[in-house]
C-alpha cells in the first residue's frame, strides 16, 4: 500500500493547559483526564504509522506543549520519524521565559513556533509580549512576508522561524450551553467546520477531527455525558492494524461529511468574541 498524503496531521501530546479557554477545541478548559505522550509512546505511534501515512504537515499540540519537561525529545521525535514533513509547534507563548533551552530544539529541526494568540485582554497581551521577547528579543524587527494564513504575522531569526497567530476573533463554539451537543444537519456541520481538512493521531489511531478524537474524554470528565449518548459509538477511528480495503476506504472518505458531524455546531455565527482565558 503506497502512503496516504495526509495534507496535515496534528499529534497532541498532552491535553493539560496553563489557560482555561471558554470552549476550547480539545476540552482542557473542562480540565479533561487525556493520555500524555512520552518519547517512546511518540515514537511507536509515528513509526507504526510511517508505513501508510505521508503527512505533509506535522503539528505538535496540546493542551499547552510549553508544560512537559520532555518536550525537546518529543520534537525530536517527530523530526526524525518523519524528516519531510513541514514540522511545527503549537503554543499560547506564556510559558516561553521557562525554556529558553527550546530556540536551539527549533533550530535544530526546522520547527516552526506557532503562538496562538486567544484574547486581547491586556495583562494577557503584556505576558505575551514579554516572553516573546525573553525568547527571541525585539521579534517586531524580524517580520517577514506571507504568513501562511491571513490572521498571522511571520517573524524570522537566523535559523528559527515563528508565527503569531490572532486567534481572538477565530474561535468557534464546541458546545451548547449547559456542555450539550448542538444536534445539527450533520452536513452543515461539516461545512462550516474549521478542522474538516485535519487529521489527528490520538491513542495510537487516526481520527477525523478533534471533537471524535477527544469525544470520550469529554464524556468521562461531564456529569451529563447521557446528553451525548448516540454520538458514543458513532464514529469509528482507524487503526494501523486495519486492513487496506479499511484504510483506503477511510483516507478516501476523511474529509467528507459523516453522521457524527452533528455534534457540532451548523451556524458560522456560532463563534465567540473576548473568550474568557482564565
Known amino acids: ?58 503539528q505538535i499540540i496540546g493542551g499547552e506543549p510549553l508544560l512537559l519537561k ?3 525529545s518529543l520534537i ?11 514540522l511545527s509547534l503549537f503554543s499560547n507563548g506564556l510559558l516561553l521565559k521557562k ?25 494577557y497581551e503584556e505576558l505575551l509580549k514579554e516572553n516573546i521577547k525573553s525568547f527571541i528579543g525585539d521579534y517586531l524587527r524580524y517580520e517577514i512576508k506571507y504568513p501562511s494564513v491571513t490572521f498571522a504575522k511571520t517573524f524570522r531569526k537566523d535559523k528559527f522561524t515563528f508565527e503569531l497567530r490572532n486567534m481572538s476573533n477565530h474561535w468557534a463554539k464546541m458546545y451548547e450551553d449547559g456542555i450539550k451537543p448542538f444536534n445539527s444537519d450533520y452536513i452543515k456541520a461539516h461545512n462550516v467546520c474549521m478542522w474538516s481538512h485535519c487529521t489527528r493521531l490520538y491513542k495510537g489511531k487516526l481520527w477525523k477531527c478533534m471533537p471524535t478524537a477527544h469525544l470520550d474524554d469529554l464524556l468521562n470528565t461531564i456529569t451529563n455525558s447521557e446528553d451525548w449518548s448516540k454520538y458514543k459509538n458513532m464514529y469509528t477511528p482507524l487503526s494501523f492494524t486495519d486492513s487496506e480495503t479499511v484504510k483506503n476506504n477511510w483516507f478516501l472518505t476523511k474529509d467528507k461529511p459523516e453522521l457524527i458531524c452533528s455534534m457540532c455546531r451548523e451556524k458560522d455565527t456560532d463563534v465567540i468574541y473576548n473568550k474568557k482565558i482564565w
Open 1 to 58: 500500500m503506497k502512503p496516504f498524503d495526509l495534507r496535515l496531521l496534528d499529534v497532541p501530546i498532552s491535553l493539560d493547559c496553563n489557560l482555561s479557554c471558554d470552549n476550547c477545541n480539545v476540552y482542557s478548559n473542562l480540565k479533561v483526564s487525556s493520555e500524555t505522550q512520552n518519547k517512546q509512546s511518540l515514537h511507536n505511534d509515528l513509526i507504526n504509522w510511517k508505513p501508510f501515512i505521508n503527512p505533509l504537515r506535522l
Open 70 to 72: 520532555n518536550l525537546s
Open 76 to 86: 525530536y521525535t517527530a523530526k526524525n520519524a518523519f524528516p519531510k514533513a513541514n
Open 99 to 123: 525554556n529558553l533551552h527550546l530556540l536551539q530544539v527549533f533550530k535544530d529541526t526546522n520547527c516552526k513556533l506557532i503562538i496562538s494568540k486567544h484574547s486581547n485582554d491586556k495583562r
